[in-house]
């Protein structure tokens, strides 16, 4: 009985200092972690009335490592330059096919996030990556810094990108007939279409070389080009060409997108393509 008491003392011995230990060890103090919310620029706001709120579409010109190819030589834009890109692409591609789509075409269908890179990218192959769409959720636009909205051919190029992308985007939400599109010009893509100048891939079917590396490229090129051209231009071009299986071949591939359009979204592809050029206009005239 007497060892139990001993013990019992003994521990509750170790408990106390064990008690005054813990005391005197030093408390965790204020937290490290920066929570202040940074301050939104005039920029920032602007984007909000014209992109968050009525699209739903976040903007992101701050430099995020995340979001880009670290292997490349890339950095983010100009802040004096991101507004004017922002315009052109507000004017011609969101307001256009809200005119012709309706208000909440754009709402529905779109990315959630654009990303604005100020610098080429360059691929190993001398070609220039204008855009990339990443699951339909974000659009990458690259050389906005190198962007003139005096210059209609600049903006035009530009904005072939975001309108190209968007097509991607389009299709992974209704597919376009790839069936009927396949046999139009089924021995003309080629991972190489870089080594071919325009000219010729225009007397082989295709609307630009890029077209030429996979069917569904082939669409979005068609689809966007015809957006950026006017209707005369247009037809200009489909004078120009020489070959009568091409010249076929192309009206073909302008018919299953104005098909596309019209069935899958109920939208007239010509009006959405006068809207563009009307809105292209009012950009450089601006």
């Given at each position: 009985?007497k060892?139990?008491?001993?013990?019992?003392?003994?521990?509750?011995?170790?408990?106390?200092?064990?008690?005054?230990?813990?005391?005197?060890?030093?408390?965790?103090?204020?937290?490290?972690?920066?929570?202040?919310?940074?301050?939104?620029?005039?920029?920032?706001n602007?984007i909000?009335?014209n992109?968050?709120?009525?699209?739903?579409?976040?903007?992101?010109y701050?430099?995020?490592?995340?979001t880009?190819?670290?292997?490349?030589?890339?950095?983010p834009?100009?802040?004096?330059?991101?507004?004017?890109?922002?315009?052109?692409v507000?004017?011609?591609?969101?307001?256009?096919?809200?005119?012709?789509?309706?208000?909440?075409?754009?709402k529905?269908?779109?990315?959630?996030?654009?990303?604005?890179?100020?610098?080429v990218?360059?691929?190993?192959?001398?070609t220039?990556t204008?855009g990339?769409?990443?699951?339909?959720q974000?659009v990458?636009?690259?050389?906005?810094?190198?962007?003139?909205?005096?210059?209609?051919?600049?903006?035009?190029?530009f904005?072939?990108?975001?309108?190209?992308?968007?097509?991607?985007?389009?299709?992974?939400?209704?597919?376009?007939?790839?069936?009927?599109?396949?046999?139009?010009t089924?021995?003309g893509?080629?991972?190489?279409?870089?080594?071919?100048e325009?000219?010729?891939?225009n007397?082989?079917?295709?609307?630009?070389?890029?077209?030429?590396?996979?069917?569904?490229?082939?669409?979005?090129?068609?689809?966007?080009?015809?957006?950026?051209?006017?209707?005369?231009?247009?037809a200009?071009?489909?004078?120009?060409?020489?070959s009568?299986?091409?010249?076929?071949?192309l009206?073909k591939?302008?018919?299953?997108?104005v098909?596309?359009f019209?069935?899958?979204?109920?939208?007239?592809?010509?009006?959405?393509?006068?809207?563009?050029?009307?809105?292209?206009?009012?950009?450089?005239?601006?």
């Amino acid at each position: 009985m007497k060892l139990f008491k001993y013990n019992k003392i003994a521990v509750l011995a170790l408990v106390s200092i064990a008690l005054v230990s813990c005391g005197n060890d030093d408390q965790p103090g204020d937290s490290q972690l920066d929570y202040t919310q940074p301050v939104k620029t005039k920029l920032d706001n602007w984007i909000t009335t014209n992109y968050l709120t009525p699209y739903n579409i976040n903007v992101q010109y701050k430099w995020n490592q995340n979001t880009v190819d670290n292997s490349r030589y890339l950095f983010p834009p100009t802040i004096e330059k991101v507004q004017p890109a922002l315009e052109i692409v507000q004017t011609i591609w969101l307001k256009s096919y809200a005119t012709i789509g309706g208000a909440d075409f754009v709402k529905k269908i779109a990315p959630r996030e654009i990303v604005l890179v100020g610098g080429v990218n360059l691929n190993s192959v001398g070609t220039r990556t204008l855009g990339l769409a990443e699951g339909g959720q974000r659009v990458t636009l690259f050389e906005t810094d190198y962007i003139d909205k005096s210059n209609r051919e600049n903006v035009a190029e530009f904005i072939h990108t975001i309108q190209h992308e968007y097509i991607h985007i389009l299709n992974q939400n209704k597919p376009f007939d790839e069936k009927s599109w396949t046999v139009i010009t089924p021995g003309g893509y080629t991972a190489d279409w870089y080594n071919y100048e325009i000219p010729e891939s225009n007397e082989l079917g295709f609307i630009t070389s890029y077209a030429r590396s996979n069917i569904n490229e082939d669409f979005a090129e068609t689809a966007s080009m015809i957006l950026i051209y006017s209707k005369d231009e247009y037809a200009a071009f489909l004078a120009g060409i020489q070959s009568p299986f091409a010249l076929e071949a192309l009206k073909k591939k302008e018919a299953l997108v104005v098909k596309y359009f019209k069935e899958a979204f109920n939208m007239d592809f010509y009006a959405l393509r006068d809207e563009a050029e009307k809105n292209t206009t009012a950009v450089i005239t601006n």
